[in-house]
């Protein structure tokens, strides 16, 4: 072979040619490479797993190692199955298997979904991510959204109920696909579904999504100005007739997603859920959700209008202050109350003609703590302004000696008029003393026997009449009114 193939000379390792080449371009071709190159080469060579295969009679072409070392990456979904036999070396095949499998028939799915049986596909999708939050987001990663929302475009109402479904599982706890489904248009066209098949199945999917998708804060807006709570509204009602309990409060819960942003309250006004709500709070079943409501849009001047024009709007939310039993409705119809108390001197007014004194006074003593605190702060704003109010009239009184000395039956008969509001408020405060006196001893009764109870005494020992008459006059100065 000549002097090419002594020892460790590199031309041994490239090239092994016949026989018959002649020695000098045999001696050139090895003297080209350097001893530092053919280690590169081999080092390279290691790394991408490859070989060199022997030369032809022709000389070699020049050699791209790089072109040669990579491998081809998988497109597409086979990328995904690469990614997820590398994603943990920890695991042994049979979960690696498995993963495969699942990862495998999902890609079934969305091919069913973008050829001709997309309603297989959309049914499949449901069950799929009913219950597996790893399942909705592949699902949407691989596309099933766009051929569903193509979907809605069905005219069988079938084929949209199983679609409107899927979309609904899909976004279950995945903000990601609740932004992705709005953001393809599935407002407009579950609006737009409902006006061309009016079906009572198909409106109680598209009540159900829209309180999915409302539960993101970006989707709010988008929602509300979609002429969807209009929608709702009318399903509200309408579901009342159908005794739909499931849609009646999904309904609700939807209306209170999309109160909580600004951006919906004028929405809200615009329709006539106000005063719908407003005449639902007898009902236990929704009450806490329309006060949750009303606690949202209380905030803005024409809310509180729209709320204090109901007709007995102030006793109905007044009735509530006295649920004992349900203290999440308290504490929100006492939030209301308060809000509006600050706000408007004449809700005030129409507060305390529909007595809201004394409903206060019982809850600062048997309410929960927020509920004190904010009957305790209606009450402080009430004797601010009713103490201006006594200030006035005295400042008037003072002006009213100096007129009574002149001849003039008007002035006269004014002033005693005067005089007679005085003393039925002076009367009106007796009242009010004398409710406050009896609360205040009922409830040191009701505590002194709680404590007979816990010390193990005898039943028989309750508070003397001497006892009752002590307190009752010890502490009743003290309760601040």
């Known amino acids: 072979m000549g002097k090419c193939h ?45 070989r060199h295969k022997r030369a032809s009679k022709s000389p070699p072409a020049p ?12 497109a597409g979904s086979d990328r995904l199955s690469e990614l997820l036999r590398l994603s943990d070396s920890s695991e042994n095949e049979e979960d690696v298997r498995r993963k495969v499998q699942i990862l495998e028939e999902l890609k079934r799915v969305v091919k069913s979904l973008q050829s001709n049986a997309e309603l297989e596909g959309a049914k499949e ?24 929302m193509a979907l809605l475009d069905s005219q069988d109402s079938i084929s949209q109920i199983a679609a409107l479904y899927a979309l609904l599982n899909l976004g279950i706890g995945n903000d990601a696909n609740k932004a992705a489904i709005v953001k393809a248009g599935a ?47 009318k399903t509200l009602k309408n579901v009342e007739n159908t005794n739909s309990c499931q849609a009646r409060q999904d309904s609700l819960r939807a209306l209170y997603n999309l ?32 006060l949750s409501i009303l606690c949202n849009v209380v905030s803005v001047a024409e809310a509180r209008k729209a709320i204090s024009s109901v007709p007995d709007a102030f006793p109905m939310l007044i009735d509530v202050v006295s649920w004992t039993d349900a203290p999440g409705c308290q504490e929100k119809a006492s939030y209301i109350l308060m809000v509006m108390a600050h706000k408007s001197y004449g809700d005030r007014q129409a507060m305390i003609e529909a007595g809201v004194a004394s409903a206060l006074l019982e809850l600062t ?24 109010q006594v200030s006035e009239n005295y400042g008037a009184g003072g002006g009213m000696s100096a007129t009574i000395s002149a001849p003039q039956a008007s002035t006269t008969s004014s002033s005693s008029v005067q005089l007679k509001d005085r003393m039925e408020e002076d009367m009106m405060m007796s009242e009010e003393k004398k409710a406050v006196k009896q609360l205040v001893q009922q409830s040191l009764q009701n505590n002194m026997k709680r404590i007979v109870k816990r010390a193990n005494l005898p039943h028989e020992f309750v508070p003397s009449d001497h006892l009752k008459t002590l307190t009752s006059s010890s502490t009743s100065k003290s309760v601040p009114f």
Request: charge should be positive; charged fraction near 25%; proline fraction near 6%.
């Open 365 to 388: 003593l048997l309410g929960s703590t927020l509920a004190q605190k904010r009957a305790s702060r209606i009450l402080e704003c009430l004797r601010v302004d009713k103490g201006k």
């Open 125 to 148: 999708v449901r069950r799929l991510t009913k219950e597996d939050s790893d399942a909705r987001t592949t699902l949407a990663l691989l596309g099933a959204i766009p051929p569903l």
């Open 63 to 74: 050699i791209n190692l790089r072109s040669e070392c990579e491998h081809k990456k998988p």
């Open 187 to 233: 407002v407009h066209k579950m609006l737009k579904l409902i006006i061309e098949f009016p079906n009572p199945e198909v409106a109680e999917a598209v009540v159900a999504n829209f309180l999915g998708l409302s539960a993101l804060d970006s989707n709010k807006p988008i929602i509300g100005s979609s002429g969807a709570i209009a929608f709702l509204v």
């Open 6 to 50: 002594r020892g460790n000379d590199v031309g041994s390792v490239v090239l092994d040619r016949p026989s018959s080449t002649p020695e000098p371009d045999h001696f050139k071709l090895c003297s080209s490479f350097s001893r530092a190159s053919f280690r590169r080469m081999i080092l390279d060579a290691v790394r991408c797993g490859g």
């Open 259 to 290: 109160s909580i942003s600004p951006l919906n309250v004028f929405p809200i006004l615009e329709s006539d859920l106000i005063a719908y709500i407003m005449n639902k709070l007898g009902d236990m079943d929704v009450s806490e959700r329309i």
